[in-house]
């Protein structure tokens, strides 16, 4: 099993639809839970961060933390065509260390 | 404006000849990273600093070595470098390691590598 798994997608939407990306992570202690999104051929870029279980909201993005399920998911509420990237998630630290492990992306799509 | 800087953006050598990666950020942060992006792999950690003189091996650190003397500057250096470590590389800082105060996190542009 990887440490951290998403789906490579591409996972496609129309636009002004809800976007829901899951991750999925082995190491129960890890306490720290970002969600990046990358453009194609640029650096990746942070949008979201949660470290409590439940819900974190900032505009149209929702971040959803279930440590019991070892998972993390985003919501891209409203999708729009500039919100196709891949999304990045990424949780740390793993293995008694300072390391992130970051899973390999899932290839957003929002349709016009 | 808060940022982390690397240089060279693009960079072509042999095989064997040292080369140094540099890495800088403005905002004070703690903790850097190294990581290294391949396609099919993802990201990949390097290696990993918490603060000055305090670096520890990340997945990947075979063949790399890094050093902080300095808060803000976190340099790759590869003695040997092999084909193998042909890859985009991109340093990473944040306000902490982990915890609820972790809410800043920046990527450098990026460093595309190409080892022959």
């Known amino acids: 099993q990887k440490e951290v798994e998403q789906n490579s997608g591409p996972l496609s939407v129309p636009e002004g639809a809800i976007a829901s990306l899951n991750c999925t992570y082995s190491?129960?202690?890890?306490?720290?839970f970002f969600w990046y999104r990358q453009y194609s051929g640029k650096s990746p870029e942070l949008i979201m961060f949660?470290?409590?279980?439940g819900d974190k909201e900032d505009g149209r993005f929702t971040a959803q933390l279930n440590k019991a399920s070892q998972y993390v998911s985003l919501l891209i509420r409203d999708s729009q065509p500039s919100d196709s990237a891949t999304y990045l998630c990424?949780?740390?630290?793993?293995?008694?260390?300072?390391?992130?492990?970051f899973g390999t992306g899932t290839r957003l799509k929002v349709l016009a | 404006e808060a940022q982390v800087t690397q240089n060279p953006r693009y960079l072509i050598t042999v095989t064997g000849k040292k080369l140094t990666v540099t890495c800088s950020q403005n905002?004070?942060?703690?903790?850097m990273s190294w990581y290294r992006q391949d396609p099919g792999l993802g990201l990949r950690q390097i290696y990993y600093?918490?603060?000055?003189?305090?670096?520890d091996k990340g997945d990947v650190p075979e063949g790399y070595k890094v050093s902080r003397k300095e808060k803000r500057n976190f340099p790759l250096i590869l003695e040997s470098p092999s084909p193998n470590q042909t890859s985009l590389y991109f340093c990473?800082?944040?306000?902490?390691?982990?915890?609820?105060?972790?809410?800043?996190?920046?990527f450098g542009q990026g460093t595309r590598l190409t080892v022959v």
């Open positions: 990473a800082s944040s306000s902490q390691p982990t915890g609820p105060l972790n809410t800043e996190a920046f």
């Open positions: 190491d129960r202690g890890s306490q720290s």
């Open positions: 949660i470290y409590s279980n």
């Open positions: 990424a949780v740390g630290p793993v293995g008694g260390t300072y390391k992130y492990i």
């Open positions: 905002m004070n942060h703690e903790y």
């Open positions: 600093s918490m603060n000055v003189e305090v670096t």
